[in-house]
């Protein structure tokens, strides 16, 4: 198994360790970002990935090689430290840059491990909101470990450890998981959108090209009946309410 570690933290410390502490728990071969080393410049609102493309980002060429490596990997190993009760500026810079994925979602089999330290507070909160993040990019299934290093001398590793072989045995499972209703009335509303009768160029291209306007989600996930009329019925709310 391929495992991509996004390192949202601008130092090796304490979500650091944690992240090498899960790791003990997790087989396979890994592969590091550290968005400190990236160098992304900020995210100057052009819109142009979501309205044209995000090949006409200007920052491309240091935000795609990241993607293709999230594309490539099995398992995605995804962390922040609580800065200001949020991600980092690092991280948030990079969900900026790849906020066309909330109109083209594309990762409906990916699993995510998600690590988040704070020193006393909001690592649920923001643990919540990568959570949110990735499902929008489409991501199947998503673990959290959350940890408050304040008062703590040694890492507290039995929690880790748990939540790390789970998300591994997962990985390695290939189990595909059914969708919440939230991600369907997502995938929903943006098909609406690029089927409207003035849809974004960069929507209405990717939905008709991938073939995702003709399925109830991702033909990859398989939805149970009462998904499936309820997938329908946002499709047809959806239609109503943008025209
Ligand atoms: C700029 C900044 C903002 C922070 N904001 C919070 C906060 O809102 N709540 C909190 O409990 N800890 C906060 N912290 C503490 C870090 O979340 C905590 O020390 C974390 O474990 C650091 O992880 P790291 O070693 O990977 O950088 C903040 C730290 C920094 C540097």
């Given at each position: 198994?391929?495992?991509?570690?996004?390192?949202?933290?601008?130092?090796?410390?304490?979500?650091?360790?944690?992240?090498?502490?899960?790791?003990?728990?997790?087989?396979?071969?890994?592969?590091?970002?550290?968005?400190?080393?990236?160098?992304?410049?900020?995210?100057?609102?052009?819109?142009?990935?979501?309205?044209?493309?995000?090949?006409?980002?200007?920052?491309?060429?240091?935000?795609?090689?990241?993607?293709?490596?999230?594309?490539?990997?099995?398992?995605?190993?995804?962390?922040?430290?609580?800065?200001?009760?949020?991600?980092?500026?690092?991280?948030?810079?990079?969900?900026?840059?790849?906020?066309?994925?909330?109109?083209?979602?594309?990762?409906?089999?990916?699993?995510?491990?998600?690590?988040?330290?704070?020193?006393?507070?909001?690592?649920?909160?923001?643990?919540?909101?990568?959570?949110?993040t990735l499902r929008h990019w489409g991501f199947n299934?998503n673990y959290k470990i959350t940890y408050a290093c304040?008062?703590?001398?040694?890492?507290?590793?039995?929690?880790?450890?748990?939540?790390?072989?789970?998300?591994?045995?997962?990985?390695?499972?290939?189990?595909?998981?059914?969708?919440?209703?939230?991600?369907?009335?997502?995938?929903?509303?943006?098909?609406?959108?690029?089927?409207?009768?003035?849809?974004?160029?960069?929507?209405?291209?990717?939905?008709?090209?991938?073939?995702?306007?003709?399925?109830?989600?991702?033909?990859?996930?398989?939805?149970?009946?009462?998904?499936?009329?309820?997938?329908?019925?946002?499709?047809?709310?959806?239609?109503?309410a943008i025209k």
């Amino acid at each position: 198994m391929k495992y991509l570690i996004i390192n949202g933290s601008p130092r090796k410390k304490n979500t650091w360790k944690i992240v090498k502490q899960a790791q003990k728990s997790i087989e396979g071969d890994f592969e590091e970002v550290h968005l400190i080393a990236q160098n992304i410049p900020i995210c100057i609102g052009c819109m142009n990935c979501m309205m044209e493309g995000e090949e006409n980002c200007p920052h491309f060429s240091k935000v795609n090689p990241i993607i293709e490596k999230i594309k490539e990997c099995d398992g995605l190993i995804i962390t922040s430290p609580v800065y200001a009760m949020n991600v980092t500026g690092l991280l948030k810079n990079f969900f900026d840059h790849t906020a066309y994925f909330y109109h083209r979602p594309e990762f409906f089999t990916k699993k995510a491990l998600i690590v988040v330290s704070t020193a006393g507070a909001g690592q649920k909160k923001v643990a919540n909101y990568i959570d949110e993040t990735l499902r929008h990019w489409g991501f199947n299934k998503n673990y959290k470990i959350t940890y408050a290093c304040g008062g703590k001398d040694t890492l507290e590793t039995k929690g880790i450890d748990k939540t790390a072989k789970k998300f591994s045995d997962d990985v390695k499972s290939r189990k595909i998981h059914s969708p919440k209703f939230m991600d369907i009335l997502y995938f929903e509303v943006w098909k609406a959108m690029a089927t409207s009768s003035d849809p974004i160029k960069a929507d209405k291209e990717f939905w008709f090209s991938s073939g995702l306007v003709n399925y109830d989600f991702s033909p990859k996930v398989k939805l149970n009946p009462i998904k499936k009329a309820f997938s329908k019925l946002m499709y047809f709310i959806m239609k109503r309410a943008i025209k």
